[in-house]
């Protein structure tokens, strides 16, 4: 099991928690998703076996999905091309895109009251400005999807919850209006398809730059467990938090710890590690209609 990218010889620009990102020429860049783990914002010593691979190729369906809607990051050059020697792992794990300038904001769209929106609107019966009806319960579906915006934090901070007010002072209104229409659009979809295949999208964020044209591109990663709240339909229910397809497993045993949730990170037993793999692989069988051991070697 790979936690690390392999060596690439291009430079290294950018390193997050999970992503690594290489540059190619002024107009391309590499983006390799790795195994590695990360809570409470540290990068754990364990990895999810193949997890890089799976988010990688869970967005590349929703890129492909949404084309009709938005624009999206991807190329057409394979990973092969640029990394002549480049093994099955990397080829799965990483993808060409092209160079944008990111928006400083996250397009959030929430279908259900859950997580930050619900501690929100418990203290205020709003979300991000948006008066909510009284009387809602955890985890019960919204009347309409929201668009709730936050800003990019800096390296180590937390990102906040602004208003459309707030978005439009950083954006201009013309392309906050968009943001919010195209976020809701690819949201709408995205739920539909997932619900038929027995899984609720609760809520999402979304990232988005603008390319040379100044024509906004869909980019980073899209609809994967790692960036929506995905719950089983079959065991959703409203008035408690719905088991999700990620690591909340894992969080939750870190919750036992007495650990200041600062690095160096704990070690994760075996059985949590192969039990939130088995919900990344299940995720991604239910939205691609594939098992993801038929679709690639190891």
């Not at 928006?103 to 418990?122: F, H, M, N, T």
């Not at 999807?145 to 990019?152: G, I, Y």
Request: glycine share 4%.
């Amino acid at each position: 099991m790979k936690t690390e990218s392999p060596k690439i010889s291009l430079q290294r620009i950018h390193q997050g928690k999970v992503r690594d990102v290489y540059q190619i020429d002024d107009q391309h860049l590499l983006m390799v998703a790795s195994d590695r783990l990360s809570a409470f914002d540290v990068v754990l010593p364990d990895a999810i076996p193949h997890k890089g691979a799976l988010l990688t190729q869970i967005s590349n369906f929703w890129f492909k999905m949404m084309r009709p809607i938005i624009m999206n990051h991807l190329t057409e050059i394979p990973v092969a091309q640029v990394i002549p020697d480049a093994d099955d792992d990397l080829i799965q794990r990483a993808v060409v895109v092209k160079r944008l300038r990111a928006l400083p904001c996250e397009a959030i769209v929430r279908g259900y009251i859950i997580g930050s929106g619900w501690k929100d609107y418990q203290e205020n019966g709003e979300v991000s400005g948006i008066q909510l009806p009284k009387d809602l319960q955890q985890a019960q579906q919204l009347p309409e999807a929201l668009f709730t915006p936050s800003s990019k934090a800096q390296v180590g901070d937390h990102d906040e919850n602004i208003t459309f007010q707030q978005l439009i002072n950083l954006i201009g209104n013309d392309r906050a209006e968009q943001l919010r229409q195209v976020s809701l659009e690819i949201y709408h979809q995205a739920n539909q398809h997932a619900q038929k295949n027995g899984i609720i999208i609760a809520d999402t964020k979304f990232e988005f730059g603008l390319d040379e044209d100044d024509n906004l591109v869909l980019m980073d990663e899209v609809l994967t467990p790692d960036s929506s709240r995905f719950w089983n339909q079959s065991s959703y229910q409203v008035g408690s938090s719905p088991e999700s397809y990620d690591k909340q497993f894992i969080r939750d045993y870190l919750e036992t710890l007495e650990w200041d949730k600062k690095e160096p990170g704990p070690r994760v037993p075996n059985h949590l590690i192969n039990r939130t793999a088995e919900k990344y692989h299940e995720a991604y069988r239910r939205i691609t209609g594939s098992d993801f051991n038929n679709q690639f070697k190891h």
